[in-house]
Nanobody, 124 residues
Framework: QVQLVESGGGLVQAGGSLRLSCVVSERTVSTEVMGWFRQAPGKEREFVAAIMWSGSSTVDADSVKGRFTISRVSAKNTVYLQMNSLKPEDTAVYSC?????????????????WGKGTLVTVSS
């Protein structure tokens, strides 16, 4: 069973930075695309960004464009989400996800594997 393990969440002041990490236990066709979602209290889950192990990436959430960057280190089976200029509205549980395609990733229901999530809290 493929496992995704996130780390790097925590409490940070507005304007600060955090880097989330997600390690995938093995790479298969179902983990070709790695991504991040977030869910704030009382809100629906939101797709944030995705990257292919080949390097092609996308950041979809307009609210984080220019502030968040997704990257990966293939040799470490690790994907990162660098979050800069954090705002209180970025407070959420951030979950790592794996899918076979970007289309499936964006759809949410096409995600093959989920991490347990890591909480990011941004104080004002």
């Amino acid at each position: 069973q493929v496992q995704l393990v996130e780390s790097g969440g925590g409490l940070v002041q507005a304007g600060g930075s955090l880097r989330l990490s997600c390690v995938v236990s093995e790479r298969t066709v179902s983990t070709e695309v790695m991504g991040w979602f977030r869910q704030a209290p009382g809100k629906e889950r939101e797709f944030v960004a995705a990257i292919m192990w080949s390097g092609s990436s996308t950041v979809d959430a307009d609210s984080v464009k220019g502030r968040f960057t997704i990257s990966r280190v293939s040799a470490k089976n690790t994907v990162y989400l660098q979050m800069n200029s954090l705002k209180p509205e970025d407070t959420a549980v951030y979950s790592c996800a794996a899918a076979s395609s970007t289309t499936r990733m964006r759809a949410g229901y096409g995600v093959a594997y989920w991490g347990k999530g890591t909480l990011v809290t941004v104080s004002s």
